[in-house]
């Protein structure tokens, strides 16, 4: 499982970086977790707001923080889909 | 020079429950807070009386009379203000991404486009961190730039949390003043750059970005439930971060209330002295503060003789441009640019301050 956060570097976008990096710690998934950092690559993804989360390349939220909830169901999904 | 500015914003963050249907005691528990707000709203002036004559024994008429009084009734009502109109724009907001906000201004003629840019700018959850990836993404999606800065400008100078604090604090008409000005000021900036056809002045590479076609949103909220939880996080993320401001704010105003003696700033901010509005704004824009954090001074140099407009200016120079988000927008717009953007928002600043100083 790929995951990216992606945030040219505020508050909001490192808090979403530890979030998802203790959320993946806590489920035991095996993933790679990136930051992306260069608004060129952000971009790419289409997303008008950060902090951004993606997974697998899809986009599954911007522009907020998730809750511990949702943050977890999306990585457990992901993982069970391989 | 890769750091990015903190930015004193509020991107909320909004848990998405697993069910649509409210449950039976979330629907009681909703009733019973508006049921106590409005209980607690009704009475606070009654309730500040009694408090600071009976219990507190204070003289009637005595200056710290009047002060404990102003204090006791002005921060709970102004919390309540703002813990309210909070919630109700969380929930406004929630249906207002910065996505269908693309879609409403793309291929827009300039003009319409301003003015829909202005009022879609006071809805549209924003934060300074993000003015980047969606001026990007408003420009190379077909929303014309003076219509993108439009947005730009009065997303953050309409501010929610100044406008209830001035409604709470000094009346309606000042609030509505603010509001109708940020809104004109907005229009007309944008659309004077719009006219200006400055296109060439953003930096290349900006219209060469390959935008995701898809365009990745995310989640957005689309129940109710979930709206109503929009708005609570958007309270307790807002409220919890400005009512110390809010509250510091309030007692500076209540020791003018009841001590400092009125006029004592209308020689340097008064109507008379001509050269106080410029000097407010020049004095503005290196100030970067939330609307929260600038209220108290308002209050003190409102309460102490200064001017509305010179005041206004002020305060509109502080929140509306800031340094920290001239170097976020760098990345995008030529120096030249972000000097007719700060110069274009500067002079309608400086017209507002001149003429209310004019009419009030």
Known sequence: MEVKVLGPGCTKCKKLYEQVDQSIKQLGLSATLAKVEKIEEIMGYGVLATPALVINGEVKVSGRLPSAAELSSWLTTAAMAG | MTTTPECACSCGSSPSGKSDKPKFHEVLGSLAAVAAWWLVYRNLETFAKWFTYRVLRMGQGSHLGAAVEFLVYEAPKVLLLLTLVVFGVGIVRSFFTPERTRKLLAGRRESVGNVLAALLGTVTPFCSCSAVPLFIGFVTTGVPLGVTFSFLISAPMVNEVALVLLFGLFGWKVAALYLGTGLAIAMIAGWTIGRLHLEGWVEDWVYKVNTG???????????????????????????????????????????????????????????????????????????????????????????????LGTVLAFMMAVIGLSLPEAIILRKVLKLKLIAVFFGVVGFGILVVGYLFNLVM
């Open chain 2, 213 to 307: 076609a898809a365009g990745g949103a995310g989640e957005a909220p689309t129940t109710w439930r979930d709206r109503i939880r929009y708005g609570r996080d958007a309270v307790k993320d807002i409220v919890g971060k400005v009512w110390p401001y809010v509250v510091a704010g309030i007692v500076v105003g209540a020791g003018i209330h009841g001590y400092v003696p009125e006029n004592f700033m209308a020689s340097i901010m008064g109507k008379s002295a001509w050269w106080s509005v410029p000097v407010a704004v020049l004095l503005g824009v290196p100030m970067y503060s939330n609307a929260a954090g600038i209220i108290p001074i308002v209050q003190a140099l409102l309460g102490k003789g200064a001017a």
